[in-house]
């Protein structure tokens, strides 16, 4: 169709219609959780989980959407897990402020970003990044999404003495749906089947019913159901209230937590896609527009911070290269807030004993995703200490702390500091080290 054509510039991207569809059917496939889970981590801090679910969906319909038309990037968006937990765990539960202050705290990060936007140092940012940390990016979240996966599948457990184990594979149903599922797309994969990872969904899905893994009863009451209304918590936040002295510095560290994960998110699925060009991300600073209209929107709406999901990699894996992708993600968004039972037949999850649940359907996509990313280990100078050590610790920082900003602030530490040790401080643009102090002062704030 020449509308789409000269919407997306499918041609020029070697893509097509259905590719793009497809892709943008696996991406959300894999990052519905958020739907689900969302609810429950807000519902601690009080919050309506009715209301929230249905601000989840519309809030990453909305940034989603904006990605894909304006910055013709397969990269979608949603409340991110990790900044869900500090809005409850943290600024809720823990400093004893109310949700709606939380909101609030939320919202301002979100402006300020959106600012940061018009001012271009968000693109300066990524345009300064070295080539091995976005290698090292791209590889870290791989293997942080593998290790999700693992852990969403049951394959990896956690352990009071050595912190994670291997899970009891041979009780646990849901790990030998997730091998499965693994196997299954793998093979499929290996012999170039096109939608292999679709196809390997659909077939796991299917296996997992005649397992009693996956629940059937959320169709009990039909496919369709009437969405929840949002009068709890639209237009519930608290400006006024996250501008006081003992709220301040969560701004100032959701704004740090939102701008070093949607950087390392969106460079990490950039290079992945093959995006990059000559190291850098054309239309970096529509890209980042998404996120901070996604946050503000969802503050208002009744959800914490909205960015850039790694989950994106698995559509990108499946050929997606332009915005026609992430159009049908936020469809599949709004979709969502009428059709949750099927949506929650796929990626609600299994629940276990102690109230968890596992995702056995989705974390082979996870596993399988995470691989794919792995392979940009090989890009990195292995034999320059001075790239090689940042990298490494960007890498393994990610995965073992958990967090992608974590992982980010080890290799953009180290990275100038080695530099500027080794006598080339020059390689280094002044962005970094600004980075790198900036960084280190968001961990000062965080004992403060």
Known sequence: MKILESLFHLKENNTDIKTEIRAGC??????????????????????????????????????TLIMGFYANYPIAQAP???????????IVVGMKLSWNVALGAVFISGVIFLLLNFFRIREMLIDAVPESLKDAIAAGIGIFIAFIGLQNGGLVVS?????????????SPPAQLTLLGILIIAVLMSLRIKGAIIIGLILTTIIGIFMKVVDTSVLSSGF????????PTWLKLDIKGALTPQAVPIIAILLFMLVFDTIGTIIGVSNQAGLLKNGKLPRANRALLSDAVGTVAG?????????????SASGVSEGGRTGLSNVMTGLLFIAAIFFSPVVK???GGYH???????????????????????MNIAKIKWNEPTESVPAFLTIVGMPFCYNIADGLAFGFISYPIIKLFSGRAKDVSWLIYLMAVLLILRYVLIKL
């Open 345 to 347: 037949l796929v990626g």
């Open 159 to 171: 352990d009071p003495n050595t912190m994670v184990k291997l899970g009891n594979i041979l009780e």
């Open 352 to 374: 276990i004993v102690g109230g968890a649940s596992l995702y056995p359907v989705t974390a082979p996509v996870l596993i399988i995703v995470g691989s794919l990313m792995a």
């Open 299 to 311: 503050s208002l709406l009744g959800t914490s911070t909205v960015s850039s999901y790694i989950e």
């Open 80 to 90: 991110l897990m990790g900044e869900n937990f500090f809005f409850t765990f943290t």
């Open 26 to 63: 696996i991406t959300f496939l894999t990052m519905c959780y958020i739907i689900f889970v969302q609810p429950g981590v807000l519902a601690i801090a009080g919050m309506d989980s009715g209301a929230v679910m249905v601000a989840t969906c519309l809030s990453a319909a909305l940034a």
């Open 224 to 231: 369709v159901s009437a969405p929840p209304t949002l009068e």
